[in-house]
């Protein structure tokens, strides 16, 4: 199976089975941007999740989230940012105001903003899952899950694969990190009508140490790996970015391939993007088109991966917001 259908599968799967949110594709370095991509993140809900979801159904950006804004006095825009370049200042306190996140009012030509509520304490653990369905071709595995436990920027790290685990797989990767090993249609459950996927821990996770300084490796050379210590605030804004992220994403961000021969097909709570010719879950945007020698022109389906999202998870499509009304010259209500 490809690695894009194998992720896609499991991401329903812990959609449907876990009180979390689930997204895939995410950044999860802090020193070098890019430089680790996570293929899965499970959000498990905080304590305000729900005022979260009043809020907005977008990515509300970090640098509005840093910014000296509450939900007081209004400031000015350019005061509010002091430690922020001027034009990611000037985009992030637009799209706050675009989303619903900040208040703007004119005052002598000048632009002055407000938080519409207080940023709440929304998430709670961090899951982050690499997905290798197939253990003979590791490519970066080992190095990949070697940052992942060092840095401890998520609070578990899971491989999930569909290979046999042997004990020599187990000693190539760290400790820290747990194994899942998927089943499909039963296979290791007693319910034969099962038909979705299983889950078998081979081993668990250990819970990593996000509170504490981490170590995230940048670059090799020939006897030495240059590394960059990370600090416990540097971790701490770089997982609320993972969790806006995750929150305005999810992991339905795949596309249907406008193809004859394309159809949907429906794994747990999800619809998928299937090809009857290649008889597999496919990705629309690197394996369909003109070159494909069955491809048969035509609508792509018509599927609301939005509405599903919606109708499937604790996420708000469409919130009510936390517009006030204007009660004397700085105060709301």
């Known amino acids: 199976m490809s690695e894009f259908a194998f992720e896609l599968e499991l991401c329903a799967h812990l959609e449907a089975r876990r009180e ?3 997204a895939r594709q995410l950044g999860a370095s802090v020193a070098d941007p890019g430089g680790r991509i996570l293929d ?9 999740f729900e005022d979260r979801t009043a809020i907005a159904s977008e990515t509300i950006p970090d640098a509005a989230i840093a910014a000296d804004v509450g939900p007081g006095r209004a400031r000015y825009w350019k005061d509010a940012f002091a430690e922020c370049h001027p ?9 706050a105001c675009e989303i619903g996140f900040f208040e703007r009012e004119r005052r002598n030509g000048r632009e002055y903003v407000r938080q519409v509520s ?23 595995l080992e190095s990949q899950l070697r940052t992942d436990a060092s840095l401890g920027l998520v609070d578990e790290v899971v491989l999930a694969t569909e290979s046999y685990v042997t004990r020599a797989h187990l000693n190539r990767i760290p ?8 089943h499909r249609d039963g296979a290791n459950t007693d319910d034969s009508s099962d038909t979705g996927l299983d889950l078998e821990v081979i081993r668990e996770p250990a819970t990593l140490a996000v509170d504490e300084p981490g170590i995230e490796p940048l670059e090799s050379h020939p006897g030495r790996t240059d590394v960059a210590v990370v600090s416990p605030d540097a971790k701490a804004r770089a997982r609320r970015r993972i969790a806006e992220r995750a929150y305005g994403k999810g992991w339905r961000t795949y596309e249907f391939p406008g193809c004859g021969t394309c159809s949907t097909k ?22 369909c088109g003109p070159s494909c020698p069955e491809y048969e ?19 708000q499509a469409e919130p009510d917001g936390r517009q006030r009304r204007q009660s004397g010259l700085d105060r709301f209500q």
Request: charged share 40%; net charge negative; hydrophobic share 35%.
């Open 266 to 287: 429906r794994a747990e709570n999800a619809t998928l993007p299937h090809c009857e010719w290649h008889g597999r879950l496919v990705d629309a945007t690197l394996e």
């Open 40 to 48: 899965v993140v499970c959000l498990e809900q905080g304590p305000e």
């Open 20 to 22: 979390a949110l689930v």
């Open 297 to 315: 022109s035509e609508s792509a389906p018509e599927v609301d991966l939005e509405g599903e999202r919606d109708r499937e998870t604790a996420w």
């Open 175 to 182: 400790e820290e990190v747990g194994v899942w090993r998927v």
């Open 87 to 95: 034009d990611r200042a000037r985009r992030a306190m637009d799209r």
């Open 118 to 140: 207080r940023y709440p304490d929304w998430y709670d653990r961090i899951v982050g899952i690499e997905n290798k369905p197939d253990l003979e071709r590791p490519g970066d």
